[in-house]
């Protein structure tokens, strides 16, 4: 039996390999397999047992019990910024992922494995080593090749642009952990800022806003959960009722916060969005700043699901403004289109040294 096992195990380097796609975002982790789409998509939060020593929970399980946990569990968040910052968090999070998206599609090849290709995104802002750091990490969980993107150009791919034209097309991405507004044309980022105010901070605005404001503190998720249900630019009012604990007397306390508490809070870093995207278009030469004024915008990233956020942002640049279809996976579904397309993805491989 144990032969058996062992040659199901062999892989063999010259056999066609088995393509797989990362978006290892700050908050959420998102894989695709080749033809067979999005297999994963996992908050990128780990449980840490000191007792044990070792990662417990993984993905929703680790972000539902953020703010429950006894002493020796610790919530480890390896993204930071977009950017891996805790290694070994992260290749036990990448094992755990690809064991449950993965191997699912490799038990069907039943004697030999084929080898792991994987393709990787990482921000723009990502230093060599950073990237390198990302390589080893999908390498020590598993994966026989890797190769790294550049972030904004798979984004734009999944916004539907052919990003290899000369057409410049502006893309914003609002993510939980960065904010990339970027230019790209003629496969390459022609302008670019980033903010590492995302909507990760937006929960935290909001904690500080109900802090300051009713005396009261909130968990994470709860402020998550605010922004989520509240946060909308249209002209529709709603309330909740949320419960944490009262600043003065330590027990719990319930307030009611409406949607322009929240607009609110989060007023200033939709400002800064704002103001960076501005100060961009104004730095662009001017046939990319007619080109943006001429195609528009196309935002993405979860926090692109904000109701009316498209108005808002239309009202304040006076540029039409459109969420995209598939606007939460549109870098792994650019991951995936652009290696169907006669594999031009390898255009945008970003160096590793
Ligand atoms: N329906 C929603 N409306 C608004 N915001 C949302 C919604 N659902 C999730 N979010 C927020 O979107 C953010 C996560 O977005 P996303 O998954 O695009 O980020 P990410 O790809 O993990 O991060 P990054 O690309 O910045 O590294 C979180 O801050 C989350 O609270
Ligand atoms: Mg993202």
Not at 13 to 33: E, M
Not at 101 to 123: D, G, M
Not at 214 to 227: A, F, P, Q
Request: charged letters at 20%; glycine letters at 8%; proline letters at 4%.
């Amino acid at each position: 039996m144990s032969i058996i096992n062992n040659i199901k195990n062999i892989r063999v380097p010259f056999f066609s390999t088995f393509k797989a796609y990362f978006d290892l975002g700050t908050t959420n982790t998102r894989i695709a397999v080749k033809k067979k789409g999005v297999v994963f998509r996992e908050p990128t939060y780990l449980g840490y047992n000191a007792k044990t020593k070792e990662y417990m929970f993984f993905g929703t399980e680790a972000k539902t019990i953020q703010g429950k946990t006894p002493d020796f569990l610790t919530i480890v968040r390896p993204i930071t910024n977009g950017i891996l910052a805790d290694f070994d968090a992260e290749v036990s999070f990448l094992r755990n992922s690809m064991d449950t998206a993965i191997r699912p599609y490799l038990e069907q090849f039943s004697l030999i494995k084929p080898p792991i290709h994987a393709v990787a995104a990482t921000p723009s802002i990502s230093t060599e080593i950073e990237r390198k750091a990302v390589e080893e990490s999908l390498q020590k969980s598993g994966c026989t090749q890797v190769t790294i993107v550049e972030r904004a150009l798979a984004t734009a791919a999944g916004c539907g642009f052919n990003i290899f034209s000369h057409e410049p097309q502006m893309v914003i991405d609002l993510g939980g952990g960065l904010l990339e507004i970027s230019v790209v044309s003629g496969g390459g980022i022609v302008g670019q800022r980033v903010l590492k105010t995302a909507g990760e901070n937006m929960n935290k605005l909001i904690a500080n806003y109900t802090y300051l404001k009713h005396g009261i503190v909130l968990g994470e998720n709860t402020c998550e959960n605010i922004k989520i249900e509240l946060l909308n630019f249209t002209d529709e009012e709603l309330n909740v009722t949320v419960r944490g604990k009262s600043l003065e007397t330590g027990l719990p306390k319930s307030i009611k916060l409406k949607t322009s508490d929240v607009r609110e809070a989060l007023i200033s870093q939709f400002h800064h969005v704002i103001d960076a995207t501005r100060e961009l278009i104004e730095a662009s030469q001017p046939e990319v700043a007619d080109a943006i004024f001429k195609n528009g915008i196309a935002l993405t990233g979860k926090i692109a699901g904000i109701p009316g956020i498209e108005q808002y942002f239309h009202q304040e640049l006076k540029i039409d403004t459109y969420v995209v279809e598939h606007y939460a996976d549109a870098t792994i579904y650019g991951m995936m289109r652009l290696d169907q397309d006669n594999e031009t993805i390898y255009k945008i491989a970003a160096p590793t040294y």
